[in-house]
């Protein structure tokens, strides 16, 4: 039996993934350092990933969804 999760959870897990590298970045970026650039380096490319993993898990193109400059003309 497979545990799947939904598409709201993939939601929530990518919104923690997205505010848990912000942070890092914001720390390391705080600190000088030779491990805190890289950790720094790391933690954008992190928030970047995420980023596009978020981005992602929203539908563009949903049948029957229509655009918010179509449902505010009148």
Same mark, same amino acid.
């Given at each position: 039996? =497979? $545990?799947?999760?939904?598409?709201?959870?993939?939601?929530?897990? +990518?919104?923690?993934?997205?505010?848990?590298?912000?942070?890092?970045? *914001?720390?390391? @970026?705080?600190?000088?350092?030779? @491990? $805190?650039?890289?950790?720094?380096?790391?933690?954008?490319?992190?928030? *970047?990933?995420?980023? =596009?993993?978020?981005?992602?898990?929203? +539908?563009? $193109? =949903?049948? @029957?969804? *229509?655009? =918010?400059?179509?449902?505010?003309?009148?």
């Amino acid at each position: 039996m =497979v $545990n799947r999760m939904t598409r709201k959870q993939l939601r929530g897990l +990518a919104k923690t993934g997205m505010t848990a590298s912000l942070a890092a970045l *914001v720390l390391t @970026g705080m600190h000088p350092g030779r @491990g $805190n650039r890289t950790a720094h380096t790391w933690a954008g490319i992190a928030l *970047v990933g995420f980023s =596009v993993w978020h981005h992602n898990l929203y +539908a563009a $193109n =949903v049948p @029957g969804r *229509v655009p =918010v400059r179509e449902r505010n003309r009148t």
